[in-house]
């Protein structure tokens, strides 16, 4: 059976396996064919609540049935789903939700306490949807309906009529400037991109992979849409510690497990439960490049699990793979293209790199978004046509490409590796961090003059943050005491991937370039040469 649309990789399973297991939550599993019905029902009851086709469903949960039951509904009713990081503070929520448009916002009761403010500022929420009952921490004066778990399921299937360029979901993902953006995929994104991911994985239904990632991430949610296009099983797991981690592979027989390189850094340390070699069938590595000396140790503690070197883009969904027997010999490379995709190396002037010459990363296919929502500027800086000579032969309609914005090149045999992003967005423990988000954090603090915030280079975060800053002139603490209170405020303010590592103050003004901008490229310079220095002051 054909799967076009988002939704239909579960019902297809269903049809295929009814009882197979879809889902596993701790001792209780979900088969398929419940799960299909749930996705079906909540779709039916978004219509039933007025949900417009493309209407935006944001779900704020930790890894649950609802979580999935929530996005794969939204989409069954015609709506596009907005996955929200589980670790995300009010204010970061209240962004997505503001920006987005959400009409619905899917969450638990513990969760929507802790909004009361900033859901008054969501103009466009009319509906709120509850895991469980609990209704008393909602004031009558909200704007928004609440509705409980079983009254949303209760009104049955149905849904507005989509097409696989339909719009299914919003990924929001920072850039180098500005608040988290986000990314518009369609249906036909979405399921290419599982099939895609499933083939060069061999995924089958007899497949067990372990949810560790957010399924906020286009990585993280990869996990469930490539084992719902085989039929296989996912066990959703949240975590606290990295041994938790491990116990759930062992515990569940995971076959397959996709992590980001401070997760595996933390992993390559540990003693992995014995017999997990038996069934590991093998470990994917996104979010970043995997350093030389975890991967070695990895496949010293798994030698019959097969590694994969992934790279990918949000705006994409997929890009890259290295397949495990080019491990060995090229452990420093992104790979190649994924099936149904084609990456092309480009110039300035829109030409194609000679190999081993730098230049742009540029994917066209199925995988391409849809750009950025309510975004046209930076979409149009993004998603581009290609020049002309430069994609199919013959065509004469523009075809929009994402141009990523990273450098890389490539090799005599067409491998790619990865040089340096050109923008400075920062990539920390697999999340993408824009450092004008960090900014303006620190500047609602009050209690500095000025900052900028930077990425430098770490071995196993990928990079770590750090902030150059100056006190407020009514601020006389000294530089341990001013750090430490900046660092209690960040904690409160931030998930804690952003909360920078470094906290480095200073007196004075920053430097300014000629046309009165911080100086951004001598703060950088001086942060470089200071790394590692014993009198910088450090986040502890």
Known sequence: MHAPLLHHLISTAAARAPEAAALRMGEATLAYRYLADAVEAFGGGLVRLGLARGARVAVWLDKRFETVIACFGAAAAGGAFVPINPVLKPAQVGHILTDSGAHVLVTSPERLAGLAETLAACPGLRHVALTGEARESVSASQPFAVHAWDEILSAGAGGHRVIDADMAAIFYTSGSTGRPKGVMLSHRNMVA????????????????????LPLSFDAGFSQLTTAFAVGARVALLNYLL????????????????????????????????????????????????????????????????????????TEAFRATYLPPEEVERRPDSIGKAIPNAEVLVLRE????????????LVQRGALVGLGYWNDPERTAERYRPLPAGVGAPGATLPEIAVFSGDTVRRDEDGFLYFIGRRDETIKTSGYRVSPTEIEEIFHATGLIGECAAFGLPHETLGHYIAV?????????????????????????????????????????????????????????????????CADAVRVK
């Open 193 to 212: 991109g599982a099939r895609s991911v499933a083939h060069y994985l061999e995924n089958r239904a007899d497949d067990v992979l372990l949810a560790a």
């Open 242 to 313: 990295p041994r938790d981690v491990l116990n759930a592979v062992a515990r569940e027989h995971v076959t397959g497990l996709t992590a980001v390189p401070p997760l595996w850094a933390q992993l390559a340390q540990l003693t992995w439960p014995a017999g997990v070699g038996e069934h590991l069938r093998y470990f994917a590595n996104t979010g970043g490049h995997m350093p030389r000396a975890i991967l070695e140790r990895l496949r010293a503690r798994l030698p019959a699990a097969r590694p994969y070197l992934m790279y990918g883009l």
């Open 468 to 532: 150059i800053v100056t006190p407020s002139s009514a601020n006389v603490d000294d530089d341990a005491t001013f750090v430490a209170t900046l660092t209690r405020e960040c904690r409160l303010r931030m998930p804690a991937y952003m909360v920078p590592a470094r906290i480095e103050p200073r007196q004075g003004a920053l430097p300014r370039t000629p046309n009165g901008k911080i100086d951004r490229k001598a703060l950088f310079e001086t942060l470089w040469k200071m790394d590692g």
């Open 349 to 360: 002037d829109g030409s194609e790199c000679a190999p081993g010459e730098p230049g742009e």
